[in-house]
């Protein structure tokens, strides 16, 4: 999908350009030109970026590689900024919960900002609808536009890490009325997804810092506060990350408690059995010997019909016991 915002002056703008139009805005740049391409072939992404941007193709090769940490480079007439989005996926049926960490690609000049992510991104559809709600946002350069890329990003992670908090609080509440075996595995995906946005969060951060503080030609000094103030997000939500993270082990170490206790509770309730049936199991064997003769007359239970009632007895006992024991959910 390419889409195309053009804003020749103040308060206009038009979404009803093509490609070919976007050749001749850069022959004679002016106003604002913002183009944003997603789940296009790899082809038709060269030709947008080398052959109508002209940037240089060591840029364009890994623009088209998602596989890189945050990260800025200033190539004098434009800065190549490679970001992390966030999204967070509700758990599904089997307790699996996915961070996702899409990767956007930003090329920034002057007059214009180009941006280019394999998968959909909230935070570009969000900033994209407010530009054509309230024409100002186009006002103040592209250089503006990538704060609130900036800006929208950061409120995503800061959603994401809420809703990992919440689970986690969950999974608390869970764990000390019925614990269960899947508890220890979400626990591990939670802790899983909360490592990754470490590893993402603590390079991203650097960028929003070399952004608000380092001398870029195409970044307005005016700007650069607005980047430091995302900078100090991303450094609360880092410090917040790492408190999760304690948190997980503490959940973990809460979980392993509590199933520890109730092996031993399971444990003492089984002695009990077994201390009751001992006395029985004694006296059984020690007359069943056949040092002793009986007084009465015991034919009928050397018949059948005991025979039967017997192996009955031994087969329901067992059974019922079972069928307790899952009951009180020690199976």
């Known amino acids: 999908m390419i889409r195309i915002l053009y804003s020749p002056a103040e308060n206009e703008y038009r979404t009803d350009l093509k490609l070919a139009d976007v ?42 590689t998602e596989a890189h940490v ?12 490679v970001l992390r989005a966030f999204a967070y996926i509700k758990e599904n049926e089997e307790g699996e919960a996915e961070t996702l960490v899409p990767e956007l690609d930003v090329f920034i000049s002057h007059h214009f900002i180009v941006t280019y992510h394999e998968s959909p991104i909230t935070a570009v559809d969000r900033v994209w609808a407010a530009c054509q709600r309230d024409k ?16 929208e990003i950061v409120n ?26 899947q508890m220890a595995e979400r626990i591990f995906y939670l802790k899983r997804n909360i490592l990754r946005l470490r590893r993402v969060i603590a390079p991203q951060r650097e960028v929003l810092n070399k952004l608000a503080r380092d001398d870029y030609a195409v970044i307005d000094p005016r700007d650069r ?24 082990g503490s959940v973990l170490d809460t979980y392993l408690s509590v199933v520890n206790n109730n092996m031993n509770s399971v444990m003492k309730t089984l002695a009990v059995f077994t201390a009751l049936f001992l006395p029985l199991t004694f006296i059984t064997g020690f007359f069943g010997m056949n040092f002793f003769a009986t007084t009465i007359d015991t034919h009928i239970w050397s018949g059948w019909t005991s025979f039967v009632l017997a192996i009955f007895i031994m087969l329901i006992v067992p059974i019922s016991m ?5 009951h009180r959910g020690w199976l």
Request: hydrophobic letters at 45%.
């Open 23 to 64: 050749v001749h805005l850069l022959a004679q740049p002016q106003g604002l030109l913002w183009l944003d391409f997603s789940q296009e072939p790899l082809e038709v992404g060269e030709t947008i970026l080398r052959d109508i941007f002209k940037f240089h193709p060591l840029a364009v090769d890994d623009a088209l």
């Open 70 to 81: 945050p990260r800025i480079d200033d190539w004098q007439d434009y800065l190549y900024v």
């Open 136 to 151: 100002r946002l186009l006002n103040n350069g592209p250089d503006h536009l990538l704060y609130r890329l900036t800006d």
């Open 156 to 181: 995503d992670a800061i959603t994401v890490v809420e809703q990992i908090q919440e689970t986690l609080d969950e999974i608390e509440d869970i764990i000390f009325a019925t614990p269960s075996p």
């Open 225 to 248: 506060i607005f980047f430091r103030d995302g900078y100090d997000h991303l450094m609360r939500l880092y410090e917040l990350i790492d408190n999760l993270r304690d948190m997980t």
């Open 322 to 326: 079972l069928i307790w024991i899952r």
